[in-house]
């Protein structure tokens, strides 16, 4: 059986400042399977660059939402029911792309199979080159979820409306991942 985690990661995103890009470090917490991020484990030389929604940068419905997905693919916002894994970590809307993962639960056991990349405006997916499929015990793979909602409950932070007129920015609450 695979054991899925977690480790804090780094990526970077690009940043636009006076008119040119910069790259800058960006944190989140990683999906790990038997101690290796998953994202080394896709088949491409270097590791994707996108991320999951455990980032102190995005909104907490959001994470929410994804681990509901997680625990039930009916909830996901993806055709197929399939679930995303990891997004762009500028802005993780699935219009840029979104690492998918079929997921199904029976016997006790999670499996996670036919990983793809997907968007909102083309139909389907286009399968990684490198097929994978994962197993997990269900009760530690939901026992995983369960921390992180509980974590997510009590590290809620509101983040204050800034700025004015056309540029201001709405509250928005987020966990410090």
């Not at 008119?19 to 470090?25: H, K, L, Q, Y």
């Not at 996670?112 to 286009?126: A, D, I, K, M, R």
């Amino acid at each position: 059986m695979d054991v899925l985690g977690l480790v804090r990661a780094r990526t970077t995103v690009k940043a636009w400042a006076g008119g040119s890009a910069t790259t800058e470090p960006f944190t989140f917490l990683d999906l790990t399977v038997n101690g290796v991020p998953l994202r080394a484990q896709l088949g491409s030389e270097e590791p994707i660059a996108e991320c999951t929604p455990l980032t102190s940068a995005w909104d907490l419905g959001r994470t929410r939402a994804w681990l509901d997905a997680l625990a039930d693919p009916r909830h996901t916002e993806l055709m197929d029911q399939r679930v995303g894994l990891l997004y762009c970590p500028q802005c993780g809307d699935v219009d840029c792309g979104v690492l998918s993962v079929r997921t199904r639960s029976e016997d006790g056991k999670v499996h996670w199979s036919q990983f793809g990349w997907e968007n909102t405006y083309e139909t389907g997916y286009v399968p990684l080159a490198q097929g994978r499929e994962f197993v997990f015990h269900a009760s530690s793979y939901d026992a995983l979820i369960a921390s992180l909602r509980r974590r997510s409950a009590d590290e809620a932070v509101l983040v204050p409306a800034s700025g004015h007129l056309w540029w201001r920015k709405p509250a928005i609450t987020v966990v410090n991942w």
